[in-house]
């Protein structure tokens, strides 16, 4: 990655114009992102985005992402995708995708609750190699879906790898109690995605965890860049903070 300082947008999915393949996915997103100045997009999911995936929808969607790596290394980065139930095969794939490169983290998503113990051998190579956890969490009205994360999850997974860095995405949907359900989890950060504009996210997340656990994602191409920056543009912070959420916060977790 460059040294080139912009916006680190740490969660998107690939799935402008998907149809056409990783080089007409990429062009959709990088001109979309171009007019909102963000330079680094960290793609994870896929074309097939499957919820309980198998080895080879698991493999197809890591093979797409890797391929707009390829074609654009300085705009993008990527998240392995696994699917912890498959654990030997989620191990492999963090050793050819992880340490043999190019991805540089993973993405857990809905397939099994982040508090089992498959995660924990997860935790353990990530850690090795010092790979920072995207993990899906929800405080979903009426009780989340069978596999689903909460940050209650999270927070107890984290707490048994203090050496992994781990992103609540979503902050919890409910972020008024997702922030408070990690704040007592210094290994936690929250991204700013997957729930409406509304005011006081931002200002909320910097006064429980600190400008350094808060981090700018936006869930792109499911929800916009610009409405997910406007968390962060608008907010009643310092300029320092800003900057830390934008980009200096994914800068150090990546060790760019
Ligand atoms: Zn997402």
Redesign the pocket.
Known sequence: MSERSGIIDC?V?PTAAKGDGPAACAAEMLRFADRMGIEWQGL??GPNFIAQPTEAQIEADNDFNAEMIALHPDRFFGYANLNPNLLFHSLREIDERIANGPFVGIKLWVALCCDHANVDAICERAAELRAPILQ?TFFRTGGNLAGESSPDDIAALAARHPQVTFIA?HAGLNWERGIRAVADQPNVSVDT??FDPEAGFTEMAVAWLGAERVVYGS?AA?RSFASQLAKVLGADITEAERELILSGNMRRVLGL
């Open positions: 969660h999915h994870s999911l899906h995405a995605c997957g869930d499911g």
